[in-house]
């Protein structure tokens, strides 16, 4: 059988692609175009409705070409209903990934217990640097707008040993840089008696010379371990990158999310991160719209973003998911909506922008990790900026002066 992956979504559904691939790769063949299958495999997101319309719609797409098609990931444990009606033959949700095989040949996948998820095959492409591990799956969030937690379940957390192991085989196979990967990396370990920073201790014990970059955090439980993760970011081995969102510039909206923590408590985390590191990057998240946010709301946030000035900003509309506490709230005008998702996109593209000028004329060390467009490379400096370099090997530490800067990335010759 031919079988041909489509994946949605996060870093850690990337990763999960990796590993029904390789699954799959034992007994089938893997095509890279969808014109070549038999059957097709959507690992699907269920964060937002834009993109589970484009999921369903990918799915009958392949129904009335006559493809047999497997719903894998979030979608399929969050909206099982929604991918029954849309003609999915088989649904995958994230703890039955390991029965792959079964869903496309049509027997019933075992109640047998499987390897924990770092343990299972993977196949990664030999076209980039990146390794994407995961550390643990669910999270202890009750945000009231998040479907995730219905998808994912509770936080459990994989052993450091497992992980350590697959981190040195990714090592051994050329990979230079690491992606630690779950839905809240802060809470990793909470269930093992281990933590984060541990973790990560371990991981930069390892030989080789390599780039570690951890995954998104939620602020109310970095702030418990903050101290410690300050430590472990010291390493030359881990990128000075914090992805640690706020959502909301207003307290109201945050209670009412149920995130858990206080503007304040963000800013002060940011401001502790910076002084320690300098030249880092922040990455952190807003949504737009929330059923209760007022202009007043909307104005802290906008302000909250002039202010702190991070690297990255992603934005994101609101989205009313099923089964959710905010679902069942009122929802903002279209037109409110997208007009404050573009004065947030335009301060964006200014502050990136700027914060990223400072760097021209430097010269500094970049990992190269993947191909870019019309024959470039893509790296990454210690603090996680793209760069974009002409020449180098893909897992390559190169010199390099950045000769310009976009709002995205920053532009290379050689040093």
């Given at each position: 059988m031919r079988v041909y992956f489509s994946t949605y979504g996060c870093t850690m559904n990337q990763g999960d692609t990796e590993v029904l691939r390789a699954l799959v790769a034992g007994r089938h063949e893997v095509v890279e175009s969808a014109e070549e299958c038999d059957a097709v495999v959507v690992n699907s997101?269920?964060?937002?409705?834009?993109?589970?319309r484009k999921v369903l719609k990918e799915v009958r797409h392949h129904k009335r070409l006559g493809r047999r098609v497997v719903l894998a990931g979030c979608l399929a444990a969050a909206n099982p209903e929604a991918a029954r009606l849309a003609g999915a033959d088989v649904l995958l949700p994230p703890a039955r990934l390991a029965h792959i095989t079964e869903a496309l040949e049509g027997c019933p996948a075992e109640a047998s217990s499987v390897p924990e998820r770092p343990l299972l095959p993977k196949r990664r492409s030999p076209?980039?640097?990146?390794?994407?591990?995961?550390?643990?799956e669910g999270c202890l969030g009750r945000c009231s707008y998040c479907i995730t937690r219905r998808a994912r379940g509770r936080l459990r957390s994989f052993k450091p040993e497992s992980i350590a192991k697959e981190v040195e085989q990714a090592l051994e196979q050329g990979f230079r840089e690491i992606q630690l990967t779950c839905q809240d990396t802060a809470v990793y370990g909470r269930d093992l008696g281990t933590s984060l920073p541990e973790l990560l201790g371990m991981l930069t014990d390892l030989d080789g010379k390599f780039r570690i970059r951890i995954g998104m955090m939620n602020p109310a439980w970095?702030?418990?371990?903050?101290?410690e993760l300050l430590r472990a970011y010291r390493s030359e081995k881990v990128y000075r990158f914090l992805h640690m969102p706020v959502q909301s510039g207003s307290n109201a909206v945050l209670e009412h999310m149920r995130r858990g923590y206080r503007v304040e408590d963000f800013s002060a985390l940011v401001s502790e991160f910076r002084q320690h590191f300098p030249e880092s990057t922040l990455s952190t998240?807003?949504?737009?719209?929330?059923p209760t946010e007022r202009e007043e709301d909307f104005e802290q946030t906008f302000r909250l973003?002039?202010?702190?000035?991070?690297?990255?900003l992603n934005i994101t509309r609101f989205s009313p998911r099923p089964g959710t506490e905010a679902a069942k709230l009122k929802p903002l005008a279209g037109g409110v909506v997208k007009e404050r998702s573009r004065r947030l996109s335009c301060l964006m593209r200014r502050v990136s922008l700027e914060r990223n000028r400072r760097f021209v004329g430097r010269e500094m060390e970049v990992l190269v990790t993947k191909h870019g467009r019309h024959g470039s490379l893509l790296a990454r400096n210690s603090a996680y900026r793209q760069v974009v370099v002409g020449e180098g090997r893909i897992g390559e530490f190169r010199r390099v002066k950045i000769a310009g800067a976009s709002h995205t990335c920053l532009f290379a010759q050689a040093a």
């Open positions: 997101c269920a964060v937002v409705e834009t993109t589970e076209e980039s640097a990146i390794a994407i591990v995961a550390i643990a970095a702030g418990e371990i903050f101290d998240d807003v949504i737009v719209g929330y973003i002039e202010e702190l000035e991070p690297e990255i």
